[in-house]
């Protein structure tokens, strides 16, 4: 054996090459190229005792840097009742891997029903399934959804302003294929949709929008829903679900879909994920969606039940029929934002979306009295807004002498969208977890910095 726990011996290994025609394992990665080849064994050392490997991780997880998180763009550091944690760590729930068959036990088939009811409470839509992967995957869930409801199209619009990394999802998502994308440009920080009605074109099946957008603005879709339906196509509004408790719902903009990301909905940041993506149409829809839904119904003794009640993948039905290649859901995750929402209320959501609302415009309107920056767009935003610095040397000093007080003051937009043009842009996110001292230390710091 080449290494203890690969239980190949030499014999099976040459069965198997020999079955695909090739004499060795050299031969097989040879079409790699000796530059992505390691040249000796891995370095793996002998084995340590359980406090040797508990004092390594501790001393690697020493030499982070901790500080308080103005950060954000897509990622929000939220308050989270210790029931979410107490509740989600139970054995029965995180030693069960994801569940396939209608016979799993009725208490996880209740937890997606409650998650999937949640779900379009907020939203506003008929329908939501037993949740996603993430919010990109919702987004291109949506994409596919689209050209399939359409016949004959094959173009999806998009606005530039939804996430970059949504976007870059996107993009993937159309390469490869006869699908495509097209970006309808922004103007003044928001989606331009002058042009919507020329762009609905034959081959178009729908609109995908985000807001908050990637700025943290806030888009208005007055008459946008009927100028897409006019033309047969869909609406898909793309939102975080906090913000949801006080913007109007997707359905309120006569959304067909609703997609997005329940991270700030329980979900710790954890250095980026997992986090659990939601989708949610309307009844019109409802066979097209992908994944499964869970359904309430009554047994023969009259008893309350819970059961798979829709499975759009190809396990489950004709491969050509299936809706989606999406073969499990979030489960885990999505428990624990059903356990964060029955813990808040839809009285405690509120409260959030508002306190994040009142201390990021707080925080705003003070920043803007500083020299060399300003915020450009006198756009509405909720819990995000867009820095703007007058030169580059300003904002690295900025974050620098910030991070020394130990205060992340936001996340650079160009790191995620490599443009030109977001070089200056500072993205500053205050959620209802920032106290009025965290607020007042960061504009003592920036003051001190910017005079």
Same mark, same amino acid.
């Given at each position: 054996? /080449? ?15 020999? &079955?695909?025609? #090739?004499?060795?394992? %050299?031969?097989? $990665? ?11 064994? /891995? ?10 490997v508990q004092r390594m991780i501790d001393s690697i997880a020493s030499r982070n840097v901790r500080g308080i998180p103005f950060l954000g763009c897509g990622c929000y550091d939220h308050i989270i009742p210790s029931t979410v944690k107490a509740l989600s760590s139970l054995p029965s729930f ?7 068959? @209608? ?35 919702? @987004? ?29 999802? *996107? ?9 495509? !994308? ?9 989606? %331009? ?10 081959? +178009?099946?729908?609109? !995908? ?13 007055? @008459?946008?829903?009927?100028? /897409?339906?006019?033309?047969? +196509? ?10 949801? &408790? !006080?913007?109007?719902?997707? @359905?309120?903009? =006569? ?13 710790? #940041? ?56 999406? +073969?499990?859901n979030q489960a885990l995750a999505a428990l624990m934002t059903t356990i964060h929402l029955s813990s808040l209320g839809w009285g405690g959501m509120v409260e959030a979306a508002n306190q994040s609302y009142a201390k990021a415009h707080y925080l705003a309107y003070h920043l803007a009295q ?12 909720? +819990?995000? $807004?867009?820095?703007? $610095?007058? %030169? ?15 205060? $992340?003051? =936001?996340?650079?937009?160009? &790191? ?5 043009? %977001?070089?200056? /842009? *500072? ?25």
């Amino acid at each position: 054996m /080449v290494y203890p726990y690969i239980p190949h011996t030499d014999e099976d290994r040459n069965m198997m090459l020999s &079955a695909i025609g #090739l004499k060795s394992l %050299d031969q097989l $990665f040879e079409v790699l190229g000796e530059e992505l080849q390691l040249s000796d064994s /891995v370095p793996i050392s002998h084995g340590r005792t359980e406090d040797e490997v508990q004092r390594m991780i501790d001393s690697i997880a020493s030499r982070n840097v901790r500080g308080i998180p103005f950060l954000g763009c897509g990622c929000y550091d939220h308050i989270i009742p210790s029931t979410v944690k107490a509740l989600s760590s139970l054995p029965s729930f995180v030693t069960a891997y994801t569940p396939y068959q @209608a016979e799993m036990s009725q208490g996880l088939l209740q937890a997606i029903y409650e998650f999937q009811s949640m779900i379009c409470e907020i939203t506003g839509l008929d329908v939501a399934n037993a949740s996603l992967y993430d919010g990109s995957h919702a @987004a291109s869930e949506a994409a596919s959804l689209m050209v399939a409801a359409k016949r004959k199209s094959s173009t999806v619009l998009v606005s530039c302003t939804i996430h970059p990394f949504i976007l870059a999802v *996107l993009t993937t998502w159309a390469k490869g294929t006869d699908r495509a !994308i097209r970006i309808l440009q922004e103007k003044e920080g928001v989606v %331009d949709l002058s042009s919507l009605d020329a762009e609905l074109d034959e081959t +178009c099946a729908g609109l !995908i929008v985000q807001s908050p957008n990637r700025y943290g603005l806030l888009e208005d879709y007055d @008459a946008v829903a009927d100028t /897409v339906h006019t033309h047969g +196509c869909l609406l898909a509004i793309l939102s975080d679900p906090l913000s949801l &408790a !006080i913007q109007k719902s997707p @359905a309120e903009w =006569g959304a067909d879909i609703a997609i997005g990301d329940t991270q700030s909905l329980g979900l710790p #940041l954890a250095f980026g994920g997992p986090s659990c993506g939601y989708m949610a149409v309307t009844e019109s829809l409802m066979r097209r969606i992908p994944g499964r839904i869970v359904g309430a119904t009554t047994d023969a003794k009259g008893r309350r039940g819970f059961t798979l009640t829709l499975q759009a993948r190809e396990q489950h039905i004709k491969r050509e029929r299936a809706t989606s290649n999406v +073969c499990s859901n979030q489960a885990l995750a999505a428990l624990m934002t059903t356990i964060h929402l029955s813990s808040l209320g839809w009285g405690g959501m509120v409260e959030a979306a508002n306190q994040s609302y009142a201390k990021a415009h707080y925080l705003a309107y003070h920043l803007a009295q500083l020299p060399g920056v300003t915020l450009i767009w006198d756009k509405p935003f909720w +819990c995000e $807004f867009p820095l703007v $610095f007058s %030169d580059a040397k300003r904002m690295r000093k900025f974050l620098q002498e910030l991070r020394n007080e130990g205060i $992340f003051a =936001g996340v650079r937009l160009a &790191a995620l969208t490599r443009q030109a043009k %977001d070089e200056l /842009v *500072l993205l500053v996110a205050v959620t209802e977890k920032r106290s009025r001292e965290e607020l007042e230390l960061y504009l003592a710091a920036a003051r001190r910095v910017m005079k």
